[in-house]
């Protein structure tokens, strides 16, 4: 276990539904990340929180919403997803943006219908 | 792009064997990173190497770094079946790393 954990671990949703992607860590870091992993490509950096602040988003679509309550928790608000979203999505954390992600959660695996 | 590029795809070898995993990148970097991913798991890190370093060593992985090539190899000695996994390289610098695709390493018992 890295420390970082993820609920939940499998979802599966209709385009119309709304769901949410929870992120947990307790390892004082300062800096979390979502990432989108599908298959056959590479890991795609998705956002990026500083002390709460979002401080990267990487050209996602709206239907995407990241929010940041404090520095343990990072939520990943999903709304109309497409069958394209479907993907493994993995939340990171480091104690700080300037190192990268260093630990992982075991991700969730979406499948939207 | 800084992408790094793995190769190869796929290797499969015998427990007790070494593996050598290479990853190629395009433009100067700060440092490269070595991640492994369990099948459904998230990443771990493995292990850093900066642009001024050569080669670095954690227990049975040996990573090198060539910056005139653009290129660096991760070497696990002496495999294990737990050693079966994804291996990735990252380049770039803070949050902006970018990933290769990966390669699939099975280690048969």
């Known amino acids: 276990e890295t420390g970082v954990t993820q609920t939940p671990r499998h979802l599966v949703m209709g385009m119309t539904n709304k769901k949410s992607l929870k992120c947990e860590q307790h390892l004082g870091h300062n800096a979390m990340y979502w990432y989108k992993q599908s298959a056959k490509k590479p890991l795609e950096l998705m956002f990026v929180?500083?002390?709460?602040?979002?401080?990267e988003n990487n050209s996602v679509p709206s239907r995407f919403s990241p929010e940041c309550p404090n520095s343990s928790h990072l939520f990943l608000h999903l709304h109309t997803l497409q069958p394209e979203d479907s993907a493994l999505y993995l939340c990171?954390?480091?104690?700080?943006?300037?190192?990268?992600?260093?630990?992982f959660g075991p991700g969730t695996r979406l499948l939207v219908l | 792009s800084q992408q790094g590029e793995e190769d190869p795809q796929a290797l499969s070898i015998q427990e007790g064997e070494n593996a050598t995993m290479n990853c190629s990148y395009k433009t100067s970097i700060n440092n490269l990173q070595w991640y492994r991913q369990n099948s459904g798991r998230g990443l771990v890190h493995l292990i850093l190497i900066r642009s001024n370093e050569r080669e670095k060593h954690s227990g049975r992985l040996r990573v090198t770094l060539d910056t005139s090539k653009k290129s660096s190899s991760l070497l696990i000695t002496a495999s294990r079946a737990a050693d079966t996994a994804s291996y990735f390289c990252a380049t770039g610098a803070n949050s902006k790393l970018t990933f290769g695709k990966g390669i699939t390493l099975s280690v048969r018992p």
């Open positions: 929180y500083s002390l709460e602040e979002r401080v």
């Open positions: 990171a954390s480091s104690s700080s943006r300037t190192s990268g992600p260093k630990y």
